[in-house]
């Protein structure tokens, strides 16, 4: 497959045989302008194969797969919402074959949920709800970075029950950075959204939801016990 660039995110909509982007364009629309199925044929639609996921499911009692699979050039990419990650060849239309199953290793403790992926390059990533951002070569499957961007002490933040942050949201990306944001409102943490370098996961800025001290907004936050730093406004899913 050709390398997802700004170009090809950006042209989504002319390029319907590819889905690259989790909601499919910029602007969010999940609509596929491909017409083979139609209002004629639908009722004809029947299952072709299925994939088993149930790696998801070891030493678990649930996993919560929201995600999307992308598809570029006939190969789909997918995970298991555990941290282990899929390719699959299903140019045939009607059968598939494993290309390279990677396994990332989220902690048995961890929440399973899952909403999807993000590719630039020739690179697909990922946010793990431990707060990991991963980068995968999506040619040999081979693990290129895995950086811990949550769950550490922020000179922006209030850092308030780190430990807590996490990702459920795909990624998105956008000009040569990958934005995360952390998703655990209701644990107790401040929001934010992120962009990490898409070559080395190296944070290039962030940007908190619920206003600091000295921060435009923040005076609305009135009250005796620093509601700021519990405030949520986390960002669970992908935006647009």
């Known amino acids: 497959a050709a390398d997802v660039t700004k170009e090809r995110l950006e042209n989504a909509d002319q390029d319907p045989a590819n889905w690259i982007t989790v909601f499919q364009n910029y602007s969010s629309h999940r609509y596929s302008r491909l017409n083979q199925i139609n209002r004629d044929n639908v009722k ?9 996921l149930t790696t998801g499911l070891a030493g678990r009692t649930d996993i919560q797969l929201e995600n999307i699979p992308l598809v ?11 941290g282990t990650f899929y390719k699959l060849d299903v140019r045939a239309g009607n059968k598939f074959t494993w290309v390279w199953r990677t ?5 048995k403790e961890e929440q ?19 707060g990991r951002v991963v980068a995968l070569d999506r040619t040999t499957g081979e693990v290129k970075w895995d950086v811990q961007t949550a769950r550490k002490p922020h000179p922006k933040g209030p850092n308030t029950n780190i430990e807590r942050e996490g990702f459920t949201q795909a990624p998105l990306a956008v000009e040569g950075k990958i934005l995360v944001a952390n998703a655990k409102g209701d644990s107790g943490t401040n929001g934010w959204l992120a962009a990490v370098d898409a070559a080395t996961g190296k944070e290039i800025w962030r940007t ?23 405030g949520g406004a986390s960002l669970w899913t992908t935006g647009s």
Do not use: I, Q
Not at 44 to 52: E, G, L, S
Not at 103 to 107: F, R, V, W
Not at 210 to 216: A, I, Q, T, Y
């Open 44 to 52: 004809n639609m029947k299952v072709a194969f299925t994939v088993p």
């Open 72 to 82: 570029d050039d006939g190969f789909m990419y997918f995970d298991d919402a555990a």
């Open 103 to 107: 396994d990332t290793t989220l902690a």
């Open 112 to 130: 399973a949920r899952t909403r999807g992926n993000a590719m630039w390059g020739n690179m697909l990533y990922h946010g793990l709800t431990d």
């Open 208 to 230: 908190y939801t619920v206003p600091g001290p000295g921060e435009k907004g923040h005076e609305t936050w009135a009250d005796n016990h620093n509601a700021w730093k519990t």
